[in-house]
């Protein structure tokens, strides 16, 4: 259905411009593309979409009938209106909304992705049907709708960091005489990267600090980093009788803290 200009002083205003999810069907990206296309003296102006609900959507669109050079603006409220009555009769439904989908070969959606501004947002009318397929689908407007390529994004960052925990734990199993210092070193580059939470991050460091397999304190570094004076430590611990290891590793910090 092609459409007469509506011409008028007031400029576009963004709630006159589609918000939410949309998905276009095959049907309706070739006859967007009609849209595109025009010709030498009709240019396009505007293409508009009224969800139908089911994945169905109506659509019609405006031309600049002399030329992208002397066209000048649209009458937004009358070209939703025209679009939002024809879809009500033919699908006898008093609550459909149309709203601008493209101005001028930029699309102004606002799925969440699409930018709505800019190159990114441009659609050229002289590419190929599956070059303006490819935009559609990078903008999120085919092929799998914007929460589907959310939900994709994020299984793609989750594997990614459980790839990284494998990584590190792979790294510390073969460096096993790594200081206390360099492990907790390693805790902070996984937690700057995103591969471990805050919590996650809290609760190993914590863990190295504080051993709960009563191990004792093994080098300078790791005492320096427990605030324990070293030589203090191993002399206590081996003059001091009669206790387990873990009573002996609180009795013999508690006695020996770096001044």
Known sequence: MLSFVLWSNFAFAKSYYGHGDLKLSEGL?????????????RSPLAFLVAPIGDGRNYATYYFCPAGQANCTSLNRKKATNACADSARKKYNDQNIQCFIFDFRRIVKWDNGINPGKGKTSKINSKWSKEEIIAKLTELGFYGETSSSLSKTT??????????????????????SNLSLSEEIKQLNELYKDGALTEEEFKAAKAKLLNPSDGSLIQDYNQATDLGIDFMCYNMCKDTTKGMSISQLDSFCKNQCPLN
């Not at 990206?29 to 003296?41: A, C, E, F, H």
């Open 29 to 41: 990206v070739d006859y967007y593309i009609k849209y595109l296309k025009g010709n030498r003296n």
């Open 154 to 175: 994020t299984e793609k960052e989750e594997t990614k960091k459980k790839k990284k925990k494998k990584k590190i734990a792979k790294k510390k199993t073969n460096n």
